[in-house]
């Protein structure tokens, strides 16, 4: 059974950090491109950061360049968001998501989500 359960996540400041986790369970972690996502109300939901297969291939989108950092331990089948220097506009729902491209298709997993809120 394929599972993706985030953690990490409540309310912070305005400047504060927060660090999420995301384990994976029933596939193979380390073939699967990992990202996360988030949904603000009233707002479709957004790419933030995903995290490829080899080592060094990241992307984020160009709002949290700079402050969050995405990483990943296969032999924890853990994807993090370390998320820094914090604003209120990265109040959202976030998601994790794992991605795998073959001859095949397509095949993606999504966690359940965590709030994430940044508030003073």
């Known amino acids: 059974q394929v599972q993706l359960v985030e953690s990490g996540g409540g309310l912070v400041q305005p400047g504060g950090s927060l660090r999420l986790s995301c384990v994976a369970s029933?596939?193979?972690?380390?073939?699967?491109?990992m990202s996360w996502y988030r949904q603000a109300p009233g707002k479709e939901r957004e790419v933030v950061a995903f995290?490829?297969?080899?080592?060094?291939?990241?992307y984020y989108v160009d709002s949290v360049k700079g402050r969050f950092t995405i990483s990943r331990d296969n032999a924890k089948n853990t994807v993090y968001l370390q998320m820094n220097i914090m604003r209120p506009e990265d109040t959202a729902v976030y998601y994790c998501?794992?991605?795998?491209?073959?001859?095949?298709?397509?095949?993606?997993?999504w966690g359940q989500g965590t709030q994430v809120t940044v508030s003073s």
């Open positions: 998501k794992a991605l795998s491209r073959s001859r095949s298709g397509v095949v993606d997993y």
């Open positions: 029933g596939f193979t972690f380390s073939s699967y491109t």
């Open positions: 995290i490829g297969t080899v080592e060094g291939s990241t």
